[in-house]
């Protein structure tokens, strides 16, 4: 099985120039970097935030880093230490050196990665494949979580032509003129095309070659496994699944669990509704 990896050197140079042009102009404040050892590769975490408090650790969507969480940082920071992940597997400034095939595979990186940290009772917070990696680190690992938020996570079926020609839709729509962005991306459900500077990551992401494994929906047992608080945050107009549909069977199986179905959002609640997904995450981590 193979890695993720650029396709060559550069197209990796061409996104560290990005990357580092987007951090610059996104990160809202003083930062660390750490680069933590795992059996999967180095992987990159930016630190920030308060000395104390219920630390947060954040998982991007698929495709996604550190930078994606810009809009919640500030609030988050202000409360508690922050951790924000670039997965490995993903365009970021981690370095991949084994494949990742499967759900225990992805579970043992991230414990890899809080056991470089020395983190203990987290608040983790994943978003569409980073809700499913948190999940999975919660069925292989528990231990090391004390609470876990997930945006629109993915593991509730599988990836349907609606997902992928929303994802298609949004990349149109991010190459339309600035003008008519804001009414297109009303229309698909997708604030993120109005990222000027991840869409240029985005694009600067193109000769990536990712390596990672399709979520398999979960089941009922496993979901029950989630024995921790846990809150769901899911779009109401999605394209991953029907979210109604969704928090139906999260409170049919989780029922001590949070669920709230946002409206008017999407799949890219943290570019959606940017504000309610910082207090959502304070809300219920403190």
């Known amino acids: 099985m193979r890695i993720s990896e650029f396709r060559n050197a550069q197209a990796a140079d061409r996104f560290r120039t990005a990357y580092d042009h987007a951090l610059a102009a996104l990160w809202p404040g003083p930062r660390?970097?750490?680069?933590a050892p795992t059996a999967h590769g180095l992987t990159r975490v930016l630190r920030t935030g308060t000395a104390g408090g219920r630390p947060v650790v954040l998982l991007p969507a698929s495709g996604g880093n550190a930078l994606m969480w810009?809009?919640?940082?500030?609030?988050?920071?202000?409360?508690h230490p922050v951790f924000a992940i670039d997965p490995i597997g993903e365009p970021g400034?981690?370095?991949?050196?084994?494949?990742?095939?499967d759900g225990a595979d992805a579970a043992a990186w991230l414990e890899d990665v809080l056991a470089a940290l020395d983190l203990t009772d987290v608040h983790l917070?994943?978003?569409?494949?980073?809700?499913?990696?948190?999940?999975?680190?919660?069925?292989?690992?528990?231990?090391?979580?004390?609470?876990m938020t997930l945006l629109d996570p993915a593991g509730f079926n599988g990836f349907g032509v609606r997902f992928y020609a929303w994802l298609i839709a949004g990349g149109l729509a991010a190459s339309?003129?600035?003008?008519?962005?804001?009414?297109?991306?009303?229309?698909v459900a997708n604030s993120a095309v109005l990222e000027d500077e991840l869409m240029k990551l985005t694009r600067a992401a193109m000769g990536f070659r990712r390596a990672l494994p399709v979520p398999p929906v979960l089941?009922?047992?496993?979901?029950?496994?989630?024995?921790?608080?846990?809150q769901f945050l899911l779009g109401a107009r999605s394209a991953l699944h029907d979210s109604a549909e969704v928090a139906a069977r999260i409170g049919r199986v989780l029922p001590t669990a949070r669920v709230e179905v946002?409206?008017?959002?999407?799949?890219?609640l943290p570019m959606d509704e940017p504000a309610l997904v910082?207090?959502?995450?304070?809300?219920?981590?403190?």
């Open 32 to 35: 660390t970097p750490i680069d």
């Open 70 to 79: 810009h809009h919640q940082l500030p609030e988050l920071a202000a409360r």
């Open 93 to 101: 400034a981690s370095v991949q050196r084994a494949p990742i095939a």
């Open 125 to 147: 917070v994943g978003c569409s494949y980073g809700g499913w990696v948190a999940l999975q680190h919660r069925l292989h690992h528990p231990g090391r979580v004390g609470a």
């Open 176 to 187: 339309a003129p600035r003008a008519l962005r804001p009414r297109l991306a009303r229309a």
């Open 219 to 230: 089941t009922d047992e496993e979901l029950r496994r989630i024995d921790l608080p846990a």
């Open 262 to 268: 946002v409206p008017g959002a999407g799949h890219s």
């Open 278 to 286: 910082a207090e959502r995450i304070v809300g219920f981590g403190d």
